[in-house]
């Protein structure tokens, strides 16, 4: 078995906390969280991992005040608008899941547009979640399979298999992460991968998202290499 992760997923949290720490506004923070994801993602294509899951914005994360939200919406477009040919030229595909009918028009036509320029690109794949919740992922899902049993598509005599069930899940052809990690002293999912997760190995550190840095990283890999990953089965 490989020792880097194939698939890394980080919880990037911590931002609101890094600003408040330092006197600044809670954007200020979200925007130090963008220049991270900037140097995880070169990290990441350095070590050889394949897919890396971002959870930049949950389903919870709606309840937050107005303008902390349109702040948000405005950064991830912004940073879509911007990085798209960056990603392109770094022969990186992004991907979104999440419940994209929840985002603004120009922010929809933004992920369009990042997914349709990176299409062709097989370095690494990174999936942002955007409105991203586990739930509502498996909600959809067993409503989409409830809906290939009424129009025949599929038998539904009996429960479905993970494989079958898997590919009713957003990007299901996306390995489940092998690693996920979350920042700023948390040890929480928050939603995050519920169902790809079950195997997951987890990695916590006390840093704030943007301060996670390569130090921080390459401890989650080291980590990583020594567990003993039985996946249910003997060793
Ligand atoms: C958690 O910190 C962080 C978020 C809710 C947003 C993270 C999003 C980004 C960094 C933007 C990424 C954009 C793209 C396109 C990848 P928090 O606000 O919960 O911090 P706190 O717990 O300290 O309050």
């Known amino acids: 078995m490989s020792r880097v992760p194939e698939h890394?997923?980080?919880?990037?949290?911590?931002?609101g906390r890094w600003a408040e720490m330092r006197g600044k506004s809670r954007l200020e923070g979200h925007r130090a969280?963008?220049?991270?994801?900037?140097?995880?993602?070169?990290?990441?294509?350095?070590?050889?991992v394949r897919y890396l899951t971002l959870y930049a914005f949950s389903t919870e994360n709606w309840k937050r005040p107005a303008e902390e939200v349109g702040d948000l919406m405005k950064l991830m477009t912004l940073v879509l608008k911007t990085k798209a040919a960056a990603f392109r030229d770094a022969n990186i595909r992004v991907r979104v899941?999440?419940?994209?009918?929840?985002?603004?028009?120009?922010l929809q036509r933004m992920i369009a547009k990042i997914e349709?320029?990176?299409?062709?690109?097989?370095?690494?794949?990174?999936?942002?979640?955007?409105s991203y919740g586990g739930r509502s992922e498996i909600a959809e899902a067993a409503y989409a399979y409830a809906c290939?049993?009424?129009d025949g598509k599929v038998?539904?005599?009996?429960?479905?298999s993970d494989a079958v069930f898997r590919s009713y899940l957003y990007a299901?052809?996306?390995?489940?992460?092998?690693m996920i990690i979350r920042t700023s002293g948390e040890f929480r999912l928050s939603n995050f991968l519920l169902w790809q997760s079950a195997?997951?190995?987890?990695?916590?550190?006390?840093?704030?998202?943007?301060?996670?840095?390569?130090?921080?990283?390459?401890?989650?890999?080291?980590?990583?290499?020594?567990?003993?990953r039985r996946m249910g089965g003997r060793p």
């Open 148 to 150: 290939a049993v009424r």
């Open 8 to 15: 890394v997923a980080m919880i990037m949290d911590g931002n």
């Open 116 to 130: 349709r320029m990176t299409d062709g690109c097989d370095g690494l794949q990174l999936i942002l979640a955007i």
């Open 97 to 106: 899941i999440g419940r994209r009918a929840d985002l603004s028009q120009v």
């Open 199 to 228: 195997y997951s190995e987890f990695w916590a550190t006390p840093v704030m998202w943007p301060d996670f840095g390569k130090d921080d990283f390459s401890a989650a890999l080291a980590s990583y290499a020594t567990r003993n």
């Open 33 to 48: 969280g963008v220049r991270t994801v900037e140097r995880v993602v070169g990290w990441c294509r350095d070590a050889h």
């Open 155 to 160: 038998s539904g005599a009996e429960v479905p």
């Open 172 to 178: 299901s052809d996306v390995p489940d992460p092998d």
